[in-house]
C-alpha cells in the first residue's frame, strides 16, 4: 500500500502540472518582472512577442520531475497519516477520519520532505518562464532550455546556486501543505454522507477549495521565493529573505505580497481538482481488490 500512493501521486501531480502551466506562467513574469500593468497586459504582452510557446517556457524539466515531487508529496503524505493516526487509509474512509490536528502535522511532514526535490526544479523554471524575448541571464546569455539553465547556474555560482531561494520555499511549502490538505479532508467530510465512499463532485469541489484556501496563505511568501530566485540572474540582487522582503515594502507597498494571488487562485481550483481527482481514481484503481 505505501508504494500505492507514490505511484498515484506521480501520474496527478503530472496532470496536474501539465493543466496550470500557462497560468503559473503568467504568475511568475508578474511577481518578478515590475513592467506588467497586470494579468491581461501580460498576457497580451507574452503572446504578442513569444506566441503560445511563451506560455509553455520552463515546462519540459518540471514535467519530468514533477511526478517525482508529487509521489513525496502525497506519499509522504498518506504515509505520514498512517503512522500518525494508527490506521490505514481504507480505515478512514470507511468511517474513522483522521484529526484535523493530524492531518496538518502529516502534511507539513509532506512538505518538508518534498523541499529537497522541488527547490532546483522550480529554481530552473522560475527562470526560464521569467525569460523574455532580449532576456540575458546570469553571465549576459539567454538559457537555452532547462540543461543549460543548470549549467550555467553551476558554472557561476555553484551547488548552492541551485538552492537559490530554499528558505523561502521552505517557509512557503511546510505549513502551507499542511493548510492545504486540512481543507480537503474538511470539504470532502462535508459533501459525503457517512459510512460512504467519497464521489466525483465532493474531490472535485474539495481539491478546488484546497488549492484556493492554500494559495491565499502562500501567495506572499511566493512572491519572496520567486525575486530571490531571479536574483543576479535578470532580477534585484537581495541578501535574503528579510531583506527581500522589506525592500519589496518599501518600493511597492504591502500590495507586493498579493500579486499574482488573483491569478493563483483562477489557476488553483481547477489544477487541484483535476489533480486530487486523478490521485483519488487511480488509488481507487490501484487499490482495488483482485476479483474472485
Not at 490506521?87 to 483522521?98: E, F, K, L
Not at 532546483?120 to 537555452?144: E, F, H, I, M, N
Not at 521565493?225 to 531583506?243: D, I, N, P, T
Request: proline letters at 5%; a positive charge; one cysteine or more.
Amino acid at each position: 500500500m505505501p508504494f500505492v500512493e507514490f505511484i498515484a501521486g506521480c501520474i496527478s501531480g503530472a496532470v496536474g502540472l501539465a493543466f496550470g502551466h500557462p497560468m503559473d506562467t503568467v504568475k511568475v513574469r508578474l511577481q518578478t518582472q515590475v513592467k506588467y500593468k497586470g494579468i491581461f497586459d501580460c498576457v497580451a504582452r507574452t503572446y504578442t512577442r513569444e506566441g503560445i510557446p511563451g506560455f509553455f517556457k520552463g515546462m519540459t524539466f518540471p514535467v519530468l520531475t514533477t511526478g517525482i515531487t508529487n509521489a513525496v508529496v502525497f506519499g509522504s503524505y498518506s504515509n505520514a497519516l498512517d503512522c500518525l493516526t494508527q490506521s490505514q487509509r481504507n480505515d478512514r474512509i470507511q468511517g474513522n477520519p483522521a484529526s484535523a490536528s493530524a492531518v496538518f502535522a502529516a502534511g507539513c511532514f509532506s512538505g518538508l520532505a518534498q523541499v529537497v526535490v522541488t527547490a532546483p526544479v522550480d529554481l530552473v523554471k522560475v527562470r526560464l518562464q521569467s525569460q523574455t524575448k532580449g532576456w540575458a541571464g546570469v553571465g549576459g546569455d539567454g538559457y537555452r532550455g532547462p540543461i543549460h539553465c543548470v549549467t550555467v547556474i553551476l558554472r557561476e555560482e555553484g551547488p548552492r546556486g541551485l538552492f537559490r531561494g530554499g528558505l523561502a520555499l521552505t517557509l512557503r511549502d511546510v505549513p502551507c501543505y499542511g493548510i492545504y490538505f486540512l481543507p480537503y479532508e474538511i470539504t470532502c467530510r462535508f459533501l459525503t454522507e457517512e459510512g460512504q465512499r467519497t464521489g466525483t463532485f465532493a474531490v472535485v469541489m474539495a481539491g478546488g477549495v484546497a488549492g484556493v484556501v492554500t494559495w491565499a496563505f502562500a501567495t506572499p511568501m511566493d512572491v519572496v521565493k520567486a525575486r530571490l530566485q531571479m536574483s543576479g540572474a535578470g532580477g534585484r540582487v537581495y541578501q535574503g529573505v528579510l531583506h527581500c522582503m522589506s525592500v519589496s515594502l518599501k518600493e511597492e507597498g504591502v500590495r507586493v505580497f498579493f500579486k499574482g494571488l488573483l491569478l493563483n487562485s483562477l489557476r488553483a481550483f481547477p489544477v487541484n481538482a483535476i489533480t486530487f481527482l486523478s490521485y483519488e481514481s487511480l488509488m481507487q484503481i490501484l487499490t482495488r481488490p483482485p476479483a474472485d
